[in-house]
């Protein structure tokens, strides 16, 4: 008889550079909070890609359902001052 002992699944996420956003790069199971770093500093950082690592245990994660978009998403559509692409920027301003 077997009983399920798996370890607890960790989302991943990785900061390449300083300033940079944490992108997330994968999964693993892990028993606590610093076996997930190590492992995650092993498995996804392994050519020092990384400056900062995050782990969130999958089961903390809210998220919405793909199901509700429109009611989440759709009601912006209409709101054209949430995109200004209708207004001249000066010369000087050219990074934007």
């Known amino acids: 008889?077997?009983?399920n002992q798996e370890w607890p699944l960790w989302e991943?996420?990785?900061r390449s550079r300083a300033g940079l956003d944490h992108k997330h790069?994968?999964?693993l199971h892990a028993?606590?909070?610093q076996?997930?770093?190590q492992m995650a500093r092993d498995v996804y950082t392994r050519r020092q890609e990384g400056c900062s690592i995050w782990v969130v245990r999958s089961d903390q994660i809210v998220a919405n359902d793909p199901g509700d978009k429109?009611?989440?998403f759709d009601p912006?559509?209409?709101k054209v001052y949430r995109h200004p692409t209708f207004f001249k920027l000066p010369a000087e301003v050219d990074h934007m």
Request: proline share 5%; net charge negative; hydrophobic share 50%.
């Open 12 to 14: 991943v996420f990785v």
């Open 76 to 78: 912006a559509e209409d």
């Open 70 to 72: 429109a009611m989440y």
């Open 25 to 27: 790069c994968g999964s």
């Open 31 to 33: 028993a606590d909070p």
């Open 35 to 37: 076996m997930a770093i």
């Open 1 to 3: 008889m077997s009983t």
